[in-house]
Nanobody, 124 residues
Framework: QVQLVESGGGSVWTGTSLRLSCVAS????????IGWFRQAPGKDRELAAA????????FYLRSVKDRFTISRDNAKATAYLQMNRLHPADTAVYYC?????????????????WGQGTQVIVSS
């Protein structure tokens, strides 16, 4: 069974950092684009960052650019999201996602596998 398992969420103060991890199993990881979506209470799910299967093409939501860094280690079937200078607007459940379509800006409908999500709470 294909699975994505996230970890690394938590409750932190404004200005601090967190690193999320997403470990894939039963997935030919190196052939899939990986993204981190987030969903805040009462809001739509949005793509915060994405990385192509080869790792050289990335996408960032404007509000996280220069603060978040997405990366991947295909040998470990793991993706990461380094989040720096966090602020309350980053509070959300963060979901790891995988898809095979050749884009780093997929529609929700293109997502083939979702993780269960990890909560990030940023307090001021």
């Amino acid at each position: 069974q294909v699975q994505l398992v996230e970890s690394g969420g938590g409750s932190v103060w404004t200005g601090t950092s967190l690193r999320l991890s997403c470990v894939a199993s039963e997935l030919d990881f190196s052939k899939y684009q990986i993204g981190w979506f987030r969903q805040a209470p009462g809001k739509d799910r949005e793509l915060a960052a994405a990385i192509a299967h080869h790792g050289t093409t990335t996408f960032y939501l404007r509000s996280v650019k220069d603060r978040f860094t997405i990366s991947r280690d295909n040998a470990k079937a793991t993706a990461y999201l380094q989040m720096n200078r966090l602020h309350p607007a980053d509070t959300a459940v963060y979901y790891c996602a995988a898809w095979s379509a050749p884009t780093v800006q997929p529609s929700i409908g293109a997502i083939e596998t979702w993780g269960q999500g990890t909560q990030v709470i940023v307090s001021s």
